[in-house]
């Protein structure tokens, strides 16, 4: 009789306090929504990546983009620009 309640207290303790528990599956289900939003962001990061990349394809390559990308990379900018400088933090 004592060693079915002991069993029987030892399986609830572990069913709600145990490394595959109810507690432990909470937690688990919060780091799951956090990586799913983590993930979201990286997919949205991604395509827009694949879509900057896609417009310096040699066969089709646009001319505003490339501009773009010679100034950035070489600090120029055209005499009619305004430039305006954010201080460093």
């Given at each position: 009789?004592?060693?079915c309640?002991?069993?029987l207290a030892y399986f609830t303790y572990h069913g709600f306090y145990g490394k595959h528990g109810l507690q432990a599956s909470h937690?688990?289900?919060a780091e799951l929504s956090s990586?799913?939003?983590e993930l979201a962001g990286l997919q949205a990061e991604?395509?827009?990546l694949e879509h900057r990349?896609?417009?310096m394809v040699p066969e089709r390559l646009d001319?505003?983009?490339l501009d773009e990308s010679a100034r950035n990379a070489l600090n120029f900018a055209r005499?009619?620009?305004l430039i305006i400088l954010h201080p460093q933090r």
């Open positions: 009789m004592f060693g309640l002991g069993l937690v688990v289900a990586l799913k939003t991604k395509t827009a990349i896609s417009l001319p505003d983009m005499p009619d620009e």
